[in-house]
């Protein structure tokens, strides 16, 4: 052993005597406070290793909570564009009105000496309650255009911008049928 601690201040004769045999422990305590610091060191590695390890876990279930998220906003958005249109549809329904009950009223409003050669029935896409009018009429002039537009107003249409052409033998009407209500 001292070999290993051997006392640095040696007993000299009438000056002084050695160092005490406690501080033969000091190079002991050394030795056991360096292994204890890497003892240390060590755990608290595995301690940073550890806690890396679970805010890599933390992380991806974020980013999985995230992902939910995002699926169920994209989810909602899906519902809410379709019952936006699907507002827009009950808006347009609303808006519109059957157009059968108008050419059955062109239809039966005509004499004996005319004929529908043309008729065309077009709704305003942006303005449902409006539906363009073309109607071609042979025979009959002005006389059975009137009575076209009696049995049509009696039906609660009015007539925007009309227009009237007369041919030889047959008449052209166009207007823009406004569903007043009833």
Sequence with gaps: MDNIIHDLKTERQNVSSGLPAAFKLVPILFYLSAAA???LSGFFYLSIKSHEASQQQMQLRVSQATAEKNEYVARQNTIVDKSKRAEGIA?????SHPLQPVTVAIGRSMGKDTTIAELNLNRNPEIPAHTFLQLK???GGS???EDTLNSINALNYQTYSAQQVKGRNSTDFQATLIFAGN
Excluded: A, F
């Design 91 to 95: 808006k347009w329904l609303e808006g």
């Design 37 to 39: 610091s890497l003892i």
């Design 143 to 145: 006389e059975q255009v």
């Design 137 to 139: 009429i042979d025979g």
